[in-house]
């Protein structure tokens, strides 16, 4: 008697099959949110917060300001048109004495001492014009602007004020499938693509995370804005007088720096429609009270976080590339350098897109680091033409005056058409070696890593193709 | 440079024909695939599960009009299944063998938890979800779908408010009875959205039904249906109408779901959330249950994005921007309490005279 009506484990299962179809549907949903609603009630129960009334209306009148209909954009360009300037014209000069210090006092002595210990003049060559200029050009490029840039732009994170930049422009990225934190990440980009990467991590929501990095590089990065500057007064300031030359060439560069912000919203629109189409994707944002930023502390993260780690990034990257750029210069096959064989072997295919094969190979062995593209460009094009009497020798990066700059060029075979298709080229192709390795540290994902990297390759490609191509019509035309 | 740019021209051309030739062969490819036996095996064993659950009949005619192939091909079709055991054909007539229900079961239970996963795990819109559920309902094996129910906390409906069998092939149904012949002024809920054809489907969805949706009928006749849902009022077209399913109640179960939407807070206003929408799903209602906003929690509706959207909402202490579609699905009742404090002594002195 009492064995029968004992249910066995069978009995049970089928009894809880048929229960739970009498749960109802919505039944994890509403389990779920008791157990939120049981939370909050203790945590309310429990918990007792001071009264913070005046702060509260203290930070309700910045928030009506800032983000009011008259006053909220204009108050947000003002605030980043003055930290751009800030970082252009405080940069100016660091920069200049870095360089001084590093490539026209530390380079000689290196030299010297090298040949002093009686290094062979290849090991001389490899380690002190490869390595070291490569990394010396790097840093001194690189660093001010940047230790300028981003404890600028986290003092204005510390403050609070970025959320409410995001909630102005919120709807702006909405329409494009984006997060109004990309606002955030691109402006970063400007700075620096690979800190622009790391400053992704604000947006919690996976779909617009990925939007936001792949997008990323179409914020022109300030190694990419010296080769803009220069390119735009020796070629496009040339086309007209004097007087308007300044003008101008400004204009085409920040003419660049928009097409970059249409391609971030158009990429982004099309990326949320295919390719990212099934990932996840929230909303949310949270506006923080407003409080007195921490500056020195604020100025050391920055420093330490961003910068220290953007530059040793770099650095691990130059050193390779000092010595690769080095040695396609100095090895000869038969009678030409690896570099000049290269380059005859690119430039078919450069000229047919509007560039040539100096330009095609220096993107390839300038990968770590925007900042040394136009000093392997001027070096070798004087390689490939042979010229005399100009830079440094074989494999050894240069800089110099604009006059001599447009007289290398134009040695090299240099066009307008092909000075328009570097600027679009520089703005619209892969990122450089360490923003690459930083998307692959923060996603882990190779597929993505490799999109980011292929997919602006791909369209600077086609861009310059048919730029090429429909300048010459007009050209046969007229 | 002439003969540069033509040479140019005649590569562009090259590469624009390479591309046209390779997108149709996989066009082709993908055609061939989507019609192999296997697949459309399955998808005659579902249509005659379905029809006979409605007590219709399938035809040989029907098997090749839904599958859209010659009847010579639907024919050999049913051979196969026949041979397989799948298949009965008593005089003209399809019936499933027990193993051949048991086949139709399990591509019910993939179709119906790929779509819950498609509707949980993933940022498909809501449209898609039928479609792509019919492409991958072949593809999932019964221990991929008994591992995937596991993962999604073995859920008992699809989205769309259908039952999942289970995996022993048991199925709970409830029917329910067309919206349009509930009497006028009866509360129901909504159980079933017919999710074919999917112009049809996306009309209700865009209408923003869903299932579990509680209603109350205003009126029906031929021209068709008026009922409120949620605060707002809806009218369907007699076809539309019939592809939703309700069970008639007594009294709304939920009165959360028959509150206002939170975007209709105007800056200053305060409202009381009564709950959030099933339509909330997966990661983003839980982002939202974790910000805090859960039944009986106090909203204020701070400040608007100059864009005009997002708006700022004060929940326990933090601010937080919220998107209008977002907004839409959590329901709130409006506390007017809170304006009338904020007038002036004297009109309160009056309202209390």
Redesign the interface.
Known sequence: MSKSSKPTSEDILAQA??L??D?G?????RL??TV??EA?RLADRAVT?PEKKPRFDF??TI??IV???IF??PIMFLLFALVFWLTIAGANVPSRWLSILLLEKVYPLLHAAATGIGFPWWLTGLLVDGIYLATAWVVSVMLPPMAIFFPLFTLLEDFGYLPRVA??????F?RSGAH?KQALSMMMGFGCNAAGMVATRII??P?ERLIAMITNNFALCNGRWPTQILIATIFIGALVPPHLAGLISASAVLGIAMLGVLLTFVVSWALSRTVL?????????????YRPPRILQTIYTSIVDRTIYVLWRAVVFAVPAGAVIWLVANIDIGSMSIAEHVIEFLDPFG??IGLNGVILLAYVIAIPANEIVIPTVLMLTVLATGMSGVGQGAGVMFETGTGDTLAILQAGGWTLLMAVNLMLFSLVHNPCSTTIYTMYKETGSRKWTALAALLPLGMGFVLV?LV??VW??I??LI | MTGGWITSFILAGAVVGLGIIVFYLRKLWLRRRRRSFRVMGEDVLKQIYNATACEREVSLDSVSDKLRIPPKRAQLLLEILHEQGLLRIEADRLRLTPSGERYALHIIRAHRLWEHYLAEETGFPEHEWHGRAEKREHFLAPEDTQALSAKLGHPTHDPHGDPIPSHDGELFDVRGQPLSSLPEGQLARIVHIEDEPECVYSRLIEDGLYPGMEIQMLEVDSSGVRFMAEGVEHRLLPLPAANVSVIGQDEAMDEGLLGESLSILKPGRRGEVLGLSPRLRGAERRRIMDLGVLPGTEVVAEMVSPSGDPTAYRIRGALIALRKEQANLIRIRVLDRDSVEQEPLSARASMGS
Do not use: I, M
């Open positions: 099959n048929t739970r179809w749960l549907r919505e039944f994890h949903q779920v949110e939120y609603g909050a917060r930070d309700r928030d009506r983000t009011s209909r909220g954009f909630f102005n422009l919120d709807n702006l909405k109004g919690d929501s779909r189409r099934g990932e996840v994707s929230t909303f949310s944002l949270e506006l923080p009270p000229l047919l193709f090429a191509q010459r019509l050209e046969a």
